[in-house]
């Protein structure tokens, strides 16, 4: 499993205690020096089952600053892909990758419901 994140990011350093204290183990992947690819981005897009808005971090001054909250919808989903490889700050994180699951942002309900532990 792979634990793709932000070291700075507090939610981060959350999902990782969780999956420490679960014992649940994985293999680190820093987001901003290892972007994921268009064609990774659209594994795990199909593979989550979420919309692909949940996969840009909203909060993010990036995304604020290119103005996407007004220009997403206006964008093909290509478009978007292409976009999200283009930097890792654009994208939500941690993202957890498996063979059967793909989770974005830590919602420990959520987390405790797909990886148990």
């Avoid at 064609?39 to 103005?67: A, D, I, Q, V």
């Avoid at 283009?86 to 830590?106: A, Q, Y």
Wanted: net charge negative; aromatic share 10%.
């Amino acid at each position: 499993m792979q634990f793709i994140e932000y070291a700075k990011c507090s939610t981060c350093k959350k999902a990782k205690n969780w999956l420490d204290a679960k014992g649940i183990s994985y293999e680190d992947r820093p987001i901003k020096e290892e972007n994921p690819t268009v064609e990774e981005l659209k594994e795990w897009h199909k593979k989550s089952g979420l919309p692909l808005k949940r996969f840009f971090n909203t909060s993010g001054n990036l995304y604020k600053e290119m103005g996407l909250k007004d220009k997403l919808s206006d964008m093909s989903e290509e478009e978007q892909y292409q976009l999200l490889a283009t930097d890792g700050m654009l994208v939500k994180r941690p993202i957890i990758v498996s063979d059967e699951v793909v989770l974005t942002g830590f919602k420990e309900a959520e987390w405790e419901e797909k990886l148990g532990g």
